[in-house]
């Protein structure tokens, strides 16, 4: 037989096969953020979200720490589902945003705040607590999106993983963020960010081996 | 609709254009209709396999030129192997294009991802070259005495001339030029004859395989 008529054949035999499911983007998100809901109330359940939460609210800074991951989390979203169907064209720079509103802000405490307190402000006294919390808190739905995207197409599979784990980890920072009482950009500039990093870094990771076709 | 027929020989379409004019004129319309890469698969994706099968067909000879520009090395049918893991992939990952959006890049961007994908696997293990085993492998025999009966049999189909010609170049190992001068003919003309008998004899052996 030669190549020519065999792959006459598979196309044959490719037309008689059942239409594959579909991947939904729609099912992709409601389980990604179900099994982020999950763990992140009942972890604000025991925990406890800050007393202070409704006053705190008005500061800048307090607002921030939840709004910035929450778009970036949105935004790289938004780009994972994009970067899963082969073809797709989209622009990663919108996910510098958030990160350069935050900077600004880093600045400004830099620029107006007291000198005295910059070290302990940036240091923190809970850094380990919440890079552990929010990786933790990631595992499972960065997991769950993973499942949901094996449907879709990724022609870079790390790219997808790590754009699913960047919405994944500001998710979750942002329900954190309502449990952090420390405020200032320099804390949560810093280890939010690492946190979210390390997320990301994981994604892509298991983008790379789970998310190939 | 010639043009897809064109394509696609070996495929059934003749018998589905012969059984179209028993249709009614309105079904005839609808085979006629849009046959852009995205109405077939559009339709293949609402359960049309025709329509998929037509796709995989129009489609099958850009992929073809795709994977031979980046693996004109690899043997054809290798390259065919190739081919068929990006149907393959196609059918598997049909539903990831959108409709209402070209077919062109979805369909690049697939066929891009297993081409690198399928010579990033073997790209390893095929590029060696043949050299290398000169001493591993059994020296070729003078052709079983079966294959020189299926040659003869084959060179039948055409006219002795050509045959000549075939015979010369592919089993006495002479060049075009050389064994176009034993037959009084200019360099040129023994490469266009040449080119020609090995079409005959290929479309030969295609109506012997059925």
């Known amino acids: 037989m030669t190549p020519k008529r065999s792959t006459e054949d598979l196309i044959r035999a490719l037309a008689g096969q059942p239409v594959p499911a579909p991947w939904s983007p729609v099912a992709t998100l409601g389980a990604t953020l179900g099994a982020g809901a999950l763990p992140l109330a009942l972890f604000l359940a025991l925990t406890g979200v800050r007393a202070d939460l409704a006053g705190a609210m008005t500061q800048l800074a307090v607002q921030a720490k939840t709004v910035l991951p929450l778009g970036l989390g949105g935004l790289a979203g938004a780009l994972a589902f994009a970067s899963a169907r082969p073809g797709q064209r989209f622009a990663l720079w919108p996910l510098a945003l958030p990160l350069a509103l935050g900077m600004a802000l880093v600045l400004l405490r830099l620029g107006i705040g007291p000198e005295a307190t910059v070290l302990a402000e940036w240091v923190g006294s809970t850094a380990l607590v919440c890079l552990l919390s929010i990786t933790a808190l990631s595992a499972l739905p960065l997991a769950t999106g993973l499942v949901f995207l094996r449907r879709a197409a990724p022609t870079r599979p790390a790219l997808t993983g790590a754009l699913l784990g960047l919405a994944v980890g500001g998710g979750v920072t942002a329900g954190y963020a309502l449990h952090c009482t420390e405020d200032s950009p320099l804390f949560f500039m810093t280890w939010y960010s690492l946190a979210i990093c390390l997320v990301t870094a994981m994604g892509a990771m298991w983008g790379g081996r789970f998310l190939r076709w | ?210």
């Open chain 2, 1 to 210: 609709m010639t043009g897809v027929l064109a394509i696609s020989p070996g495929c059934d379409y003749a018998g589905a254009v012969v059984s179209a004019r028993l249709m009614p004129a309105r079904q005839e319309a609808a085979l006629h209709r849009d046959d852009s890469w995205e109405s077939l698969l559009a339709r293949a994706n609402d359960g049309d396999g025709a329509a998929f099968a037509r796709f995989l067909m129009v489609v099958s000879p850009t992929m073809r030129a795709v994977i031979r520009r980046r693996g004109c090395d690899l043997p054809a049918d290798q390259q065919e192997d190739i081919l068929q893991e990006v149907l393959l992939a196609i059918h598997l990952k049909r539903q990831t294009w959108r409709r209402g959006e070209p077919v062109r890049p979805w369909l690049y961007a697939i066929a891009r991802y297993k081409v690198v994908d399928a010579f990033r696997r073997r790209g390893a293990v095929v590029n060696l070259p043949i050299e290398d085993f000169a001493d591993l492998l059994p020296e070729e025999q003078a052709a079983s005495p079966l294959a020189l009966r299926d040659t003869d049999v084959m060179l039948a189909q055409i006219d002795s001339r050509s045959a000549g010609l075939v015979r010369a170049v592919a089993l006495e190992g002479k060049t075009a030029e050389e064994a176009g001068a034993a037959l009084g003919l200019t360099a040129g003309a023994a490469r266009v004859a040449l080119h020609r008998a090995m079409k005959r004899l290929s479309e030969a052996a295609g109506r012997m395989m059925k």
